[in-house]
């Protein structure tokens, strides 16, 4: 058996301060008026900032910095959150710390704000506000292309992601609108779209080589097995319906989909399916409560790997669509982001 590495950096708890931000992006669609006049009640005016653009909220993430606000709260989803932690990272070379990012619920899927606890804005920063403890989780992202994410993957989970960005724009206005967003929304692009869709193509293969520490495999309880991969080693080679790799366990909606994924310091979790499509439907609330075990499920401890697929294949990152990619590197970025939430 393997030896364990040390664990990840555990929470901590701590008291709230009056030195915060609060910073929603004005686009989404849970920010409406009514939530602002909500929030201009509980949090100070000076403190309350509705960002336009990105590079309107670089801007105020700027003042921020130069202000030495301790903590910000991010609303508007986990792309906007995950916009936020990106913009900070670039930002730490002109100050000697960034603040915490405090996540507010405001997407849709809302995998940080699930992990957090998270659950009106009105009412976490009401708790805030009036002293009660809260979590500080101190988490080391995952980056590709110079990109930080807490979570991302090819194959199945993005594509999914675009059927659902298709069905939702195809429901504007009509009937069914509500029941094309959420958990719903995301069940009827995947059972619909993305599922017949992969019925009628190959699975593309995949080579995933290890370009960091040893990489090793993990066990259904969460322990190392076999071998460790060394450096310039295959980890897989074959066929491959997602790839993906987190440092967070959740995807939106409370999908457990990397339940290894803080078990391990100096590490991310790398998860390799080769599930056809009728095996995902039927394994979905396994998925969901991250107990999922199959033949063609492979999970692996790893910090750097290369992915290169014979096919281009649907990309998202931290639930956001990005394109298609055949190639892409993984790699554990340098300094853990403290990430507060409900205690």
Known sequence: ??????????????????????????????????????????????????TESPEHARHVLERCVEDEVDTVFAGGGDGTIVGVINTLAELRARSERVPDVGILRLGTGNALAHWMKSTTPERD??????????????????????????????????????????VKARAKGRWWQKLARGVPGYLLAGYLRTLPNYL???????????????????????REVGEPVPTGGRIYQGPATMVGSATTPFYGAGLKMFPFATSR???FQLRICAMRPWQVARALPDAWRGTLQHPALQDWYADRVRLVFDDAMPYQLGGEARGYRRELTFSLAAFPVTLVGQA
């Open 125 to 166: 920063l009401r708790r805030w506000r009036a002293g009660k403890v809260h979590r500080a989780v101190p988490v080391t992202m995952v980056t590709a292309e110079d990109t930080l994410f807490p979570f991302a993957g090819l194959g199945y989970d993005a594509a999914i992601l675009n059927d659902y960005n298709a």
């Open 1 to 50: 058996m393997q030896p364990s590495p040390a664990l990840p950096l555990a929470p901590s708890y701590r008291l709230p301060h009056d030195n915060y931000a609060v910073v929603l992006n004005a686009n989404a669609g849970r920010v409406t008026p009514r939530l602002t006049r909500a929030l201009g009640e509980i949090v100070p005016r000076e403190r309350l900032f509705l």
């Open 265 to 267: 310091a100096g590490r």
């Open 200 to 222: 009628r193509r190959r699975t593309p293969t995949v080579t995933i080589t290890n370009l960091g520490a040893p990489a090793h495999r993990i066990g259904p309880d969460g």
